[in-house]
Nanobody, 119 residues
Framework: QVQLVESGGGLVEVAGSLRLSCAASGSVSGVHTMAWYRRTPGRQREMVASTTSDGTADYVEGVKGRFAIFRDTAKRTVDLQMNNLKIEDTAVYYC?????????????WGQGTQVTVSS
């Protein structure tokens, strides 16, 4: 099993910054995709930023130029630096990891951390 522990959410004013962190622990023998998703009430969870094992990063259109994803595969951590935050960035953010444990690849999710952007 893999456990994901998130930290760094909170309340911030418009144009402010936050950094989310996620650490994976457990019997991990391989990590492929590490990503951050978010969900707002009434909407489906959407991918915000992701990075694969070859270092390729992808972002949802609305955060490009403002958010940056940082991955440390050796430490099994993935951070999301969020700058110039907007009201519409308010959401619960979830860490996601596709990892291999005991020879089996599976998807793992964090418990979610609230990010609230206020005017």
């Amino acid at each position: 099993q893999v456990q994901l522990v998130e930290s760094g959410g909170g309340l911030v004013e418009v144009a402010g910054s936050l950094r989310l962190s996620c650490a994976a622990s457990g019997s991990v023998s391989g990590v492929h995709t590490m990503a951050w998703y978010r969900r707002t009430p009434g909407r489906q969870r959407e991918m915000v930023a992701s990075t694969t094992s070859d270092g390729t990063a992808d972002y949802v259109e609305g955060v490009k130029g403002r958010f940056a994803i940082f991955r440390d595969t050796a430490k099994r951590t993935v951070d999301l630096q969020m700058n110039n935050l907007k009201i519409e960035d308010t959401a619960v953010y979830y860490c996601y990891v596709r990892a291999r444990t005991l020879g089996v690849w599976d998807d793992y999710w964090g418990q979610g951390t609230q990010v609230t952007v206020s005017s």
